[in-house]
């Protein structure tokens, strides 16, 4: 995997994980500088606060207020090491499980306290997944 | 100055200037490639692909508008130069040096 | 066998998917006041959205990935947020629209005030999503959206002077009322070329898992497909042409609308009509609530698909729940369907540069379509179009203060 | 473009608001050619309501609504050709264009309407 363009084949792409499920978009990349030593990919970042920093004053505002709203108590930042990237092609496969995941939490609260609740809506765990 | 971290994004389009001030375009892309060692491998920028927009240069401030004008290439005046790594002094993201000799 | 099924079921999707609230509506407006003038404004909007779907679809069948999804992972998050707004914003207005649609096509029908169909409409709508997959509500209401061809039979029964139509193919200036006809020229162009089309047919692409093999049907689909779905539109100003302008009858309600193939087909004319409103704009309902969860889907990088289960992407199916309840909203309180519809149309036609400009980029990347980049013809084409959409986006807003309502 | 009429007279106050948020967003200040094409519009499609309605092809329950909308019709432009028509011959042609809208609407639906 060598010859990566970080711009244009990693930052705002696709994440998933082990199981090719998705988990958000590469937010940002962490890049490690250090002397005589060329810049190290440290991390993908992914979560709404990234996001509201690249995009402009009135994003993090209301990423603020969403996560008060929310009463949310982690960041909302999750660090994927970049070494977890096991591949690049219409999406980037993480070696990692998306379940436990920070990003997953809105995902995760939704589909137990709302979508569950109304009828055929199927099992979140691993009931069937397709219609 | 070691162990500092910064986002990629703070990099996107960012002008580059040499040794004597002068711009010598904006970064445009970041190559990387595998680093094997003891410990592992690590993933590590190889090259910054630098790119100019000749007479529409002033127009290049917009991620659209240079991704239209690197769209019509040569007919726009767009040229990409490569930089190697132990060029690019990163001290202040904001402000892309080239290590000029 | 299999091939033929896709290409014959990608034409039928786009004839039954073509005509919704917005192109019933102003190609009756167009054809009631300006005969068949305005006719070469619809078949520029028709071929414009068959480049435009053809390119989507071939850029999600070869690199996989939908359209939202490279404008966000090419332009970055930052620039995405502009199409990202204002296509919901859009979208919400057209897809409050197509609920109009339909409710007004029931009180027709039951006498019961459109106001009352609205909730129950977004309901049924939100039940079929919930449970249908992206089959069934892709195919499933195209095909009976097939029920619109009746007017192209009505046109057919009025004897129209096809000379006479097929002039009308040309451009031509306006001798009266200018303002009011290029008003309905931008909106004729909002109504054939909706953002919401390409999102939905991109989606579709990957939901239906094309690949580089699906170029041909790609082409088929979006290309004959459309022109035949164009010709439905076009069949609507013939017909409005022959019924209400020789009358001097103008279109202000959609109740008016329901006299247009009384003439040619009688008391079935008037039953088909209510149908094909009906199920039209029904089908466009889903279509558009669908998109918009695409987009946001999409663009966050959030689990998506109509033919997973709601639990397994619950992101995706809250946000089409809230969206096509919020949508029944302003037909509930008693907003004019049409006038709502004009609006939306209106917008639609100034959003158009957010997402046809992007394309000049995305179709000419040869690391993600390779061979399969923009020839010179279909480039020709994306730049008209990308110079007619900055014309409307310009012309639209100004046009609808003088021309407008 | 003219003010949207619920079905129900309860509910006029929202429509009324609905309305006036999309008038403020489009529409010329109508003339008075405008209202008059209205009100001819109006008097041709209530005339062709009535023949489809008596030849069987058009439903009462349809009728009735056409005429329900036709009487809107009549109502707003009647107040707006008050303001618009000034001159003696403005007015009679407003009052001749608004009488046969009349007569037109009676024709409409006049048998009981099955609501």
Known sequence: MSGVALIHDVLDAQLVDRRQRKIGRADSIALALSDNAPPRVAAILVGGPVRAQRIGRWAVLLSHALRAVGRVRHNGVTRIPFGAVRRIAEAIEVDMDGDGLEVKHVEDWLAEHVICRIPGAGDERDGEERK | ?101 | MKKWAELALGIVTSIGGFLEVGSIATSAQAGAEFGYQLLWVLIVGTLSLAFLMEMTGRLAAVSRRTYVDHLRQCFGVRFFMAPLIVVLIVSFLVLASEVGGVSIALQMATGIGFQWWAVPVALAGWLLLWRGTFGVVEQGTAILGLVALVFAVGAVKLHPHWGEVVRAALPSAPAHDRARYWYLAVSILGASVSPYLFLFYSAGAVEDGWTEEHLLVNRVTAGLGNVFGGGLAIAVVVVAALVFSTRGIRVDRYEQISLLLASPLGRAGVALFLATLCITCFGSTLEITLSIAYLLAQGFGWEWSENLKPAKDARFAMVYTVVIVAAALPIAIGVDPLALTNLSMTLTAASLPLTVVPLLVLMNDREVLMKHVNGWMTNGALVLIALLSLVLFVAALPLQKLGGG | MTVSRTQHHRARRPAAIGAVLLLAACGPAPTLDDALATVHSWTATTTLAGDHERSGVLSHRLAAQLRDRGADAHREETQSLDTLARSAGDRRRAQAALDSLGRALQTLGAQPAAR
Not at chain 2, 21 to 26: D, E, L, N, T, W
């Open chain 2, 1 to 101: 100055m070691s162990g500092r971290e910064v986002r990629l994004e703070r990099l996107v389009g960012r002008r580059v200037r040499d040794a004597g001030g002068r711009s010598i375009g904006r970064i445009e892309e970041l190559i990387c490639g595998i680093e094997l060692h003891e410990h592992g491998r690590d993933y590590v920028v190889r090259e910054f692909r630098v790119g100019t927009f000749g007479r529409l240069d002033a127009l290049s401030g917009s991620k659209l508008v240079r991704e239209l004008l690197k769209t019509l290439g040569r007919v726009s005046g767009y040229r990409e130069r490569r930089v190697g790594w132990q060029l690019m002094d990163l001290g202040d993201p904001v402000h892309p040096r080239l290590r000029g000799d």
